[in-house]
Nanobody
C-alpha cells in the first residue's frame, strides 16, 4: 500500500527556513517522479517542485531560487528545503505522486509570520 507521510512544518518568522520531509512506503522512491504542492488558506493546490528519476528538478516561479527539492533513495525520503520564507508561503505542504496533487499525503503546515 502506497503511503506518503510529511513532516517538518512549523511556525517561523519571515526570512526563516524549514526543511520538509516526506517518507514514502509501498514503493521505491527511486522509480517515481515526485512532487511538492501546497494549498494556502482559501486557495487551490499549487505545484511547487518536481524531481524526476534521473534527478532532474523543476520549480514553479514562486519556488525558484528559494526552495530546493531533493531525495534520499536509501531512506525512501523526499525533501523540500524552504529558505527566505515569506508570509505568502503560509500553507499546507504536501508531497505528491503527480503534479496536480491528486495522490498526496496528509500534509504538514507551514506558517510564516511577518
Amino acid at each position: 500500500q502506497v503511503e506518503l507521510v510529511e513532516s517538518g512544518g512549523g511556525s517561523v518568522q519571515a526570512g526563516g527556513s524549514l526543511r520538509l520531509s516526506c517518507v514514502v512506503s509501498g514503493f521505491s522512491l527511486s522509480t517515481y517522479y515526485m512532487n511538492w504542492v501546497r494549498q494556502a488558506p482559501g486557495k487551490g493546490l499549487e505545484w511547487l517542485a518536481s524531481i524526476h528519476t534521473d534527478g532532474t528538478t523543476a520549480y514553479a516561479p514562486s519556488a525558484q531560487g528559494r526552495f530546493t527539492i531533493s531525495r534520499d533513495n536509501a531512506k525512501n525520503t523526499l525533501y523540500l528545503q524552504l529558505t527566505s520564507l515569506k508570509s505568502e508561503d503560509t500553507a499546507m505542504y504536501y508531497c505528491a505522486l503527480d503534479s496536480l496533487g491528486y495522490r498526496r499525503g496528509q500534509g504538514t503546515q507551514v506558517t510564516v509570520s511577518s
